[in-house]
């Protein structure tokens, strides 16, 4: 089967991959009907986090094609929804809702959906069917389910957004995009999303930003503060992962406001002295995806929110290495790879 | 009258200080019944934080001398308990239950307590009235109240403690042990107090512990997992303060658990991935312990708790150095300081 490769920082290959086979009897295959290049992909991309020969990709829909002897739950023809962690939603951890910390998780980033098929480890407990097969304009909204806005999604939950409250969001790229209509749907009273660029303000605008503040750092601070009396907003949502990026959203909270991040953290050294005199709740990590999965995806399939809209590029899969290059020049926001 | 004052590191001197006058019409003079040196004086005491010729205290119990023009409902005659912050009970983020954060928040650390006389801005908003004149037994844990049980119960508050849990608790001081009778009160199922100290361990034991960790650091975190099957406790509170009793809770809480964090960071730095991969919630800061004072003193008017156990030593207020050495060289608990 075809799949991409990413042979160091920069170089994407997408050539032969041996097809997968059944290791685990709670495994299933599925055919990909759709993957996408996710803003943690380019981490690597920059040579950020080291790479070497690495399948890549961690987000897919499709159809599955065979199950072990132990995966009773899914069967083959059902199209389905994963998250990014293989999980088995049956651990103490899972029951508690953060599956994507299951004490038998396994990353689907190792296995690399940016393929024709893949194998998904403890099926019954990772994927979703959906209610039957999805019309092909629903295929990106389900995607989306996949990472982007169940991560989107999971920041707005543990930024405890809600009725009566102002909302933030620090990152205009897909997640904080979808944080943005998470926010929405939570049913904030206000939403401010942070953003520089005019065609991600307007999606901002779109999915349900009242505000937007185009200023960073200290200046996007006290543009906060202006906005909600001096004090700041009730949730802040993180969804870049810089010290910048979490400085901004921490500040941006009031005392006793909550912080959701779910910008994958890289080289940040939170402060204590100042972390502590914030008084904020601060939580977040890799999104339990698939705790929000049945919900978002009843949502999608019922077409009351659109998530998909964040996908403003489609490719074939063996043209995955422009995706790539298209979101690390910041000229897409997502782009999805159709199998 | 007579105060005390930090000239420098390790220099207590008790000596006369202007008797407080009302300032602004919404403040009160109390005559201070009992104060006591807390284990945030050693920072400075030690040299970690500045100290130049300060008035020293910010914990108190006393009766209501005079009162300002706007003060309603704080009488002459009453007898009082009162946070380490003032506050005015009635902003935004007061009625949120942060009053330690309140906008109008004066640290009545700057005004020092450990002195015959204080006064008490915002006097409605941060003095509580016991139902009548208490008992001379009652006064320690109407002291404790003030800070170190308000602080423990916000901690475990914010740990989420509750039924069915498992709580640690890092940190054998006062605010620690005194965490570990909250934890009792809200319920938790396991209380694991992590002490090398038998005295305090036996008061830990009293208060509620149902187990103790004498290891420390990464031996610490390995047997609270070991305590918990494998996967960390549901709720931590840290009530030390420093990177090491930081790591050490964030690292013994399972993903998804809340860590409460009440010890006054000093030099802790939080590892950005790693505190994003733990999947921990995080809330602290300083405790907004005018929120309990209402049950706290309720509970102590009843006997149902007795947190003034934490005192084991008490002095007349012209002895305070003593008990600030005492203290120092882990030789007492806490000290009271009898006025």
């Known amino acids: 089967m075809l799949g991409v490769i990413m042979d160091a920082p920069g170089e994407i290959r997408v050539d032969e991959r041996e097809n997968p086979t059944i290791e685990e009897p709670t495994d299933a295959i599925i055919k990909i009907a759709a993957t996408c290049v996710c803003g943690s992909d380019l981490w690597p991309y920059r040579g ?25 739950t899914v069967k083959v023809g059902d199209f389905v929804v994963g998250s990014f962690f293989a999980s088995d939603n049956t ?16 990353p689907m980033g190792a296995i690399g959906t940016q393929a024709e098929y893949a194998r998904v480890p403890h099926a019954d407990g990772t994927l979703v069917a959906t209610p039957g097969q999805p019309d092909a304009d629903l295929i990106p909204s389900l995607l989306a389910a996949s ?50 660029h005019a065609d991600r303000q307007a999606l901002a605008r779109e999915f349900g930003a009242t505000d937007i503040v185009t200023e960073r750092g200290d200046e996007g601070v006290a543009r906060i503060k202006e906005l909600t009396d001096g004090l700041g907003a009730h949730s802040v949502i993180e969804a870049v992962g810089t010290q910048e990026s979490m400085m901004q959203a921490i500040r941006s909270a009031r005392p006793g406001g909550h912080v959701g991040y779910v910008g994958v953290s890289h080289d940040v050294e939170l402060p204590g002295m100042e972390l502590f005199f ?3 709740h601060l939580h977040g990590g890799p999104a339990p995806v698939r705790r929000f999965l049945p919900e978002l995806i009843d949502l999608i399939w019922k077409r009351e929110i659109d998530p998909g809209k964040v996908f403003d590029l489609t490719l074939p899969l063996d043209r995955a290495a422009e995706g790539y290059r298209a979101m690390d020049e910041r000229r897409a926001i997502k782009a999805l790879l159709s199998v």
């Open 48 to 72: 950020i986090e080291d790479v070497d020969h690495a399948p890549m990709g961690h987000e897919y829909v499709g159809t599955v094609t065979e199950v072990g002897d132990q995966a009773s």
């Open 91 to 106: 651990c103490e951890i899972c029951r508690a809702g953060y599956q994507s910390r299951c004490v038998h998780a396994e």
């Open 147 to 196: 990472d982007v806005l169940g991560t989107g999604w999971f920041g707005a939950v543990a930024a405890e957004v809600g009725p009566g409250k102002t909302a933030a969001v620090v990152g205009d790229g897909a997640v904080g995009l979808l944080a943005v209509l998470a926010a929405q749907r939570l049913g904030a009273d206000r939403i401010i999303a942070m953003s520089r």
């Open 278 to 280: 914030s008084e904020i």
